[in-house]
């Protein structure tokens, strides 16, 4: 950036076409710039996403999540703050001059939770699926830098697909309970 600074002091003219390229290459540099600190922090969102799951996963277990476990885990997730949102209540409840003390850090949770609900409901959250066995396995296998995220697969994890996963593995159930009714007779 201070030769960019250095260069474009030598220019006799603020017009001149060495003046606009070197403006131009000024700009590039600072868009590289935004773009990479973008990426950095979504990366950092989602390795804090998937290190509160991993967390929260039975200490030594290998097998895959069920949908139903794996429907508990991402509620559970959803109410991740209620106490931190409970407490923001109580201290404004106190007294009168306290009313919009932390009110920011209310609105950004409530915010941040009404966007993941919606996520989770309509098109899907961005997650690792736990129900599938390889998927799983690399969870527990993940160093937990932000920087190896981005060499996760990612799937999106709606409402609807752990419905259709329960429902298939419910079929799964009953249908080899039917069939070993049938080689009983």
């Known amino acids: 950036m201070t030769n960019l600074r250095k260069e474009l002091e030598k220019c006799k003219h603020p017009n001149s076409r060495k003046t606009k390229a070197l403006g131009k290459k000024a700009r590039r540099q600072n868009n590289k710039h935004k773009s990479r600190l973008g990426h950095a922090i979504k990366s950092n969102l989602m390795g804090e996403k998937l290190g509160w799951f991993l967390d929260h996963i039975e200490e030594g277990r290998t097998a895959p999540l069920s949908p139903i476990e794996f429907e508990n885990l991402i509620v559970l997730y959803l109410k991740r703050f209620d106490e931190e949102l409970e407490q923001i209540a109580l ?34 959250m961005e997650l690792l699926n736990l129900c599938d066995a390889g998927k799983f396995k690399t969870l527990l296998d993940w160093d937990g830098s932000a920087l190896s995220v981005q060499h996760l697969k990612l799937d999106l994890v709606s409402h609807r697909m752990l419905q259709r996963l329960k429902n298939d593995a419910n079929e799964a159930v009953t249908a080899s309970s039917s069939k070993s009714e049938q080689m009983e007779t």
Do not use: C, F, M, P
């Open 91 to 124: 201290k404004q409840s106190i007294g009168k001059h306290r009313a919009n003390q932390h009110a920011s850090r209310k609105d950004v949770i409530t915010i941040t939770l009404e966007k993941e609900r919606n996520e989770y409901q309509s098109g899907g």
